[in-house]
């Protein structure tokens, strides 16, 4: 599987983002895929994972209620729709895929083999 992230951009405070994660090869359907960041300096952390069929979702406490992770398993894509977007959300921003099965869903970054060459967010005061 080949990832390829695309979407982020400079926006505002308040401001809303959404990230595509675009897959070629037939496995996608049947990886997890997560989204990760990392901003400059720290090291690179779970945002949110949906599992193989998207029943399941995972999101880090500092996102809940306000990004949303889906996927759309015929087009081979994965999506972070990023609302109310603060200062501290700035950071590259990756997608990961790892083969699973049914709802396992997976945090680490360890547990990832496959990703995107990440997007760059840029959330100013």
């Known amino acids: 599987v080949q990832l390829q992230a695309f979407g982020g951009g400079a926006v505002q405070a308040g401001g809303s983002l959404r990230l595509s994660c675009a897959a070629s090869?037939?496995?996608?359907?049947?990886?997890?895929v997560g989204w990760f960041r990392q901003a400059p300096g720290k090291e690179r952390d779970v945002v949110a994972v949906?599992?193989?069929?998207?029943?399941?979702?995972y999101y880090v406490d500092s996102v809940q209620g306000r990004f949303t992770i889906s996927r759309d398993n015929a087009k081979n894509t994965a999506y972070l729709q990023m609302n109310s977007l603060k200062p501290e959300d700035t950071a590259v921003y990756y997608c990961?895929?790892?083969?699973?099965?049914?709802?396992?869903?997976?945090?680490?970054?360890?547990?990832?083999?496959?990703w995107g060459q990440g997007t760059l967010v840029t959330v100013s005061s």
């Open positions: 949906i599992s193989r069929s998207g029943s399941s979702t």
């Open positions: 990961a895929a790892v083969q699973t099965i049914l709802t396992d869903l997976r945090i680490s970054e360890h547990d990832y083999n496959y």
């Open positions: 090869g037939r496995t996608f359907s049947r990886c997890t």
